[in-house]
């Protein structure tokens, strides 16, 4: 309900909100109130060690003389450093916009596409003129300041009127004077639909726009190619990997094939990476086109016929989108993998497109998965797909899989997870290495209290299978609930009964009264807090955190799991990463250097923040040094601030960009159980530090320092290089 004196607005934060506006990271929650007089917005911050969050207040002016990379976590930096798209809208814009006009840019950002189109038509200094005007529609407040810093920068804040809006709040006679004339956006994530582009096009049509309106971009198409890929089976399909694994242990029993899963959805990947772990079975096909300039519809279904080009088995189909900007049909934006080097003439596209760019983060292929093993194909056989989208997504379903149907008693009691939580427990040497270290555990105890401080299932089921006697509290902070309905689900198939697991199924800090009045005999952990997988390695120092909190409820000769946990580090040759993260200057003939240090960009006066990358997914990248430990957490002790360095010596020529930092987790107390998180570890994501300068290795450059702090009040990890 809407009052007279507030209205609130409740943004569950991912990428972008749907009409303009992005998101600020993956576990934020924002909420912005504003009244007649004042706006302000409230952040929810999770706190990295405790897992729990706190509301930020962030205030009406930007404090330029303590400004902090607020804006890190989200793609603009990303965005505004890839080149090609910037060229390729400035064209468009200037092709589009060709004399005094209404302009509407919906998902404003930083105001780069509005200054386009303001300079396009040549506005005067007066933003409600009839005659030309540019509306720029931006709902994300921090966003908003720094826009309104660029303007500035730019002598553009006259000419460009600003709303803090979704712009299907918007309203002509209210917020602007007229319908607009030309529609300019960029609200695209890699699906293409995810950020709301279909609601915001439908809105703007129907209230925003006059009747024959120019749009850039004009059209945009999905493509899609059959691959075969083991590992891609691997991120998805735990039931049949899990087969091949003769542990005892059954995560996804007979039955219950989707108990644990992944979404049924697309998934954002750098599929280069990939290389000749993908074995292409079918050509490029055309999906879906859909066209910016007139009213799209909510709902569309297509049936593509696909000719296999090889014997094999359909493990996923990758798919990516072409962007006509202008309507002629000569300015293009591809997403493409580096393979496809121009789609066949059929589908419509000039012969001088092109799919090659330059790596870049913000837009990645997407991946979906097939059912369980896969679709077998023989060579020339016509595959059919049914394809369908709604408002914010592409699904897709293959004829021949649709026809059988797999019984699941599980749907009350299964929990998602991602691809890569997937195919760590379907692991065969990972489940090898975390059974070995929970019998060290388990090792002359009878009878004991076993205490699961995170979120992981398979050691819930691993230690009520092993030990027949223990009695377990699993703590699940992030499955609750969910996580006791999946261990009743599966505990005949993996012989406990659920009289020996309680579920804590809140955030709340454990006491002897949920023990019983007993000590805690194991504390054990992967560590694995659902929801951080995507977040810095060092997230799963919450379980120092929790251990902490329940010092005086454990026994004297208790076991911890992992007992320590080891910060590493080795130095990176990341030029892709780098040169996608590096400082802005001039974008387009426009002044973006006032956003370094707001959106965390490396340069000479800003500094980069750890931010969470898959290494072997960042394009070029090659080591250029062993591997050093920077500083060790003591997990038999309470936690604590602690510090460490380490003199990196490079044994490889070449450009040093940053450093790749990651947790080893010392799981026994002889070291001899280590589970590493490193680069070569394809199933975790690394902290990258990108320096400000590269550096290049040659003669009087042999080595460099880097230093990090653990700041145990706040749970963040500074690191430093001199």
């Given at each position: 309900?809407r009052?007279?004196?507030?209205?609130?607005?409740?943004?569950?934060?991912?990428v972008?909100?749907?009409?303009?506006?992005?998101?600020?990271?993956?576990?934020?929650?924002t909420?912005?109130?504003?009244?007649?007089?004042?706006?302000?917005?409230?952040?929810?911050?999770l706190?990295?060690?405790?897992?729990?969050?706190?509301?930020i207040?962030?205030e009406?002016?930007?404090d330029?003389?303590?400004?902090?990379?607020?804006l890190?976590?989200?793609?603009?930096?990303d965005?505004?450093?890839d080149?090609?798209?910037?060229?390729?809208?400035?064209?468009a814009?200037?092709?589009a916009?060709?004399?005094?006009?209404?302009?509407?840019?919906?998902?404003?950002?930083?105001?780069l596409?509005?200054?386009?189109?303001?300079?396009?038509?040549?506005?005067?200094?007066?933003?409600s003129?009839?005659?030309?005007?540019?509306?720029?529609?931006?709902?994300?407040?921090?966003?908003?300041?720094?826009?309104k810093?660029?303007l500035?920068?730019?002598?553009?804040?006259?000419?460009?009127?600003?709303?803090?809006?979704?712009?299907?709040e918007?309203?002509?006679g209210?917020d602007?004077?007229?319908?607009?004339?030309?529609?300019?956006?960029?609200?695209?994530?890699s699906?293409?639909?995810?950020?709301?582009?279909?609601p915001?096009?439908?809105?703007?049509?129907?209230?925003?726009l006059v009747?024959?309106?120019?749009?850039v971009?004009?059209?945009?198409t999905?493509?899609?190619q059959l691959?075969e890929?083991?590992?891609?089976?691997?991120?998805h399909?735990?039931?049949?990997?899990?087969?091949?694994?003769?542990?005892?242990?059954h995560l996804?029993?007979?039955?219950k094939?989707?108990?644990?899963?992944?979404?049924?959805?697309?998934?954002?990947?750098?599929c280069?990476a990939?290389?000749?772990?993908l074995?292409?079975?079918?050509e490029?096909?055309?999906?879906?086109?859909?066209?910016?300039?007139?009213?799209?519809?909510?709902h569309?279904e297509t049936q593509?016929?696909?000719?296999?080009t090889?014997?094999?088995?359909?493990?996923a189909?990758?798919?990516?989108?072409?962007?006509?900007?202008?309507?002629?049909?000569?300015?293009?934006?591809?997403?493409?993998?580096?393979w496809?080097?121009?789609?066949?003439?059929?589908n419509?596209?000039?012969?001088?497109?092109?799919?090659?760019?330059?790596?870049?983060?913000h837009?990645?292929?997407?991946?979906?998965f097939t059912?369980?093993?896969g679709?077998?194909v023989?060579?020339?056989?016509?595959?059919?797909?049914?394809?369908?989208?709604?408002d914010?997504s592409?699904s897709?379903?293959?004829?021949?899989?649709?026809?059988?149907?797999?019984?699941?008693?599980?749907?009350?009691?299964?929990?998602?997870?991602?691809?890569?939580r997937?195919?760590?427990?379907?692991?065969?040497?990972?489940?090898?290495?975390?059974?070995?270290?929970?019998?060290y555990?388990?090792k002359?105890?009878?009878s004991?209290l076993?205490?699961?401080?995170?979120d992981?299932?398979?050691?819930?089921?691993a230690v009520a299978?092993?030990?027949?006697?223990s009695h377990?509290?699993a703590m699940?902070?992030?499955?609750?609930?969910?996580?006791?309905?999946?261990?009743q689900?599966?505990?005949?198939?993996n012989?406990?009964?659920?009289?020996r697991?309680?579920?804590?199924?809140?955030r709340?800090?454990l006491?002897?009264?949920d023990?019983h009045?007993?000590?805690?005999?194991?504390?054990?952990a992967?560590?694995?807090?659902?929801?951080?997988?995507?977040?810095?390695?060092?997230q799963?120092?919450?379980f120092w955190s929790?251990?902490?909190?329940?010092?005086?409820?454990?026994?004297?000769?208790?076991?911890i799991?992992?007992?320590?946990?080891?910060?590493?580090?080795?130095?990176?040759?990341?030029?892709?990463?780098?040169?996608?993260?590096?400082?802005?200057?001039?974008?387009?003939?426009f002044?973006?250097?006032?956003?370094?240090?707001?959106?965390?960009?490396?340069?000479?006066?800003?500094?980069?923040?750890?931010?969470?990358?898959?290494?072997?997914?960042?394009?070029?990248?090659?080591?250029?040094?062993?591997?050093?430990?920077?500083?060790?957490?003591d997990?038999?002790?309470?936690?604590?601030?602690?510090?460490?360095?380490?003199k990196?010596?490079?044994?490889?020529?070449g450009v040093?960009?940053?450093?790749?930092?990651w947790?080893?987790?010392v799981?026994?107390?002889?070291?001899?159980?280590v589970?590493?998180t490193?680069?070569?570890?394809?199933?975790?994501?690394?902290?990258?530090?990108?320096?400000?300068?590269?550096?290049?290795?040659?003669?009087?450059?042999c080595s460099?320092?880097?230093?990090?702090?653990?700041?145990?009040?706040?749970?963040?990890?500074?690191?430093?290089?001199r």
């Open positions: 309900m009052s007279h004196l507030q209205t609130l607005t409740r943004t569950v934060s991912v972008r909100t749907l009409t303009g506006g992005f998101r600020p990271s993956p576990k934020a929650i909420r912005t109130m504003s009244t007649n007089t004042t706006g302000l917005m409230f952040q929810l911050k706190n990295p060690i405790t897992g729990n969050s706190e509301w207040v962030i009406e002016e930007l330029d003389a303590s400004p902090k990379p607020m890190a976590t989200t793609s603009y930096l965005m505004l450093n080149s090609p798209r910037n060229r390729a809208y400035r064209n814009i200037d092709k916009v060709t004399k005094q006009c209404h302009v509407l840019d919906i998902g404003a950002g930083t105001g596409l509005s200054m386009m189109a303001a300079r396009a038509m040549g506005v005067d200094d007066d933003s003129s009839s005659k030309g005007m540019v509306t720029a529609c931006e709902s994300y407040l921090p966003m908003v300041k720094l826009m810093k660029v500035r920068a730019n002598d553009m804040n006259s000419k460009i009127r600003v709303l803090n809006k979704r712009s299907d918007v309203e002509v209210v602007v004077a007229s319908r607009a004339d030309v529609l300019v956006s960029e609200i695209l994530d699906e293409l639909l995810g950020e709301g582009l279909i915001s096009l439908q809105h703007a049509h129907d209230k925003l009747e024959n309106y120019k749009t971009p004009y059209r945009a999905t493509y899609g691959v890929s083991t590992y891609l089976w691997e991120l399909d735990l039931y049949n990997n899990e087969a091949n694994v003769a542990d005892g242990i996804v029993p007979k039955g094939e989707s108990i644990l899963r992944v979404k049924p959805q697309q998934f954002a990947m750098h280069d990939m290389g000749e772990e074995r292409l079975l079918s490029p096909f055309k999906i879906f086109e859909f066209d910016f300039w007139k009213r799209p519809d909510s569309g593509v016929h696909i000719k296999a090889d014997d094999g088995t359909v493990h189909v990758i798919s990516w989108w072409v962007l006509q900007l202008d309507e002629e049909g000569n300015i293009f934006y591809s997403t493409s993998p580096k496809i080097n121009s789609p066949s003439t059929n419509g596209l000039s012969s001088t497109y092109t799919g090659t760019r330059d790596w870049c983060d837009w990645k292929q997407c991946v979906w059912k369980g093993k679709l077998p023989r060579k020339d056989e016509d595959v059919r797909m049914d394809a369908i989208h709604t914010i592409i897709y379903k293959f004829k021949a899989q649709s026809q059988t149907s797999e019984v699941d008693h599980s749907q009350d009691s299964h929990l998602t997870l991602s691809p890569e997937i195919a760590i427990y379907g692991d065969n040497n990972w489940r090898q290495f975390m059974l070995k270290a929970i019998n555990a388990l002359g105890k009878e004991p076993c205490v699961i401080a995170d992981s299932v398979f050691l819930s089921v299978h092993i030990s027949k006697s377990i509290i699940f902070p992030g499955f609750g609930d969910k996580g006791r309905q999946y261990l689900a599966v505990a005949d198939e012989g406990y009964s659920m009289d697991i309680q579920v804590i199924n809140t709340k800090q006491t002897m009264n023990t009045q007993n000590k805690v005999d194991l504390l054990i992967e560590p694995f807090y659902f929801g951080a997988e995507g977040m810095l390695p060092w799963g120092l919450q929790k251990r902490t909190m329940i010092d005086s409820m454990l026994a004297e000769d208790v076991c799991m992992p007992c320590k946990g080891i910060l590493k580090a080795c130095a990176m040759s990341l030029p892709d990463l780098w040169r996608s993260r590096c400082a802005l200057e001039n974008i387009e003939g002044d973006h250097t006032m956003v370094n240090t707001t959106l965390g960009a490396c340069g000479p006066s800003s500094e980069s923040p750890c931010l969470p990358f898959f290494i072997w997914q960042c394009g070029e990248t090659q080591k250029l040094s062993d591997t050093y430990t920077i500083m060790e957490f997990f038999l002790k309470p936690m604590s601030s602690c510090h460490g360095k380490a990196v010596e490079f044994i490889e020529a040093c960009h940053g450093f790749a930092l947790i080893d987790w799981m026994d107390s002889t070291n001899d159980i589970m590493s490193g680069p070569d570890q394809r199933y975790w994501k690394q902290g990258v530090k990108l320096l400000a300068e590269p550096l290049k290795i040659g003669p009087g450059i460099t320092v880097i230093e990090a702090h653990f700041d145990s009040s706040s749970g963040e990890l500074s690191v430093n290089n």
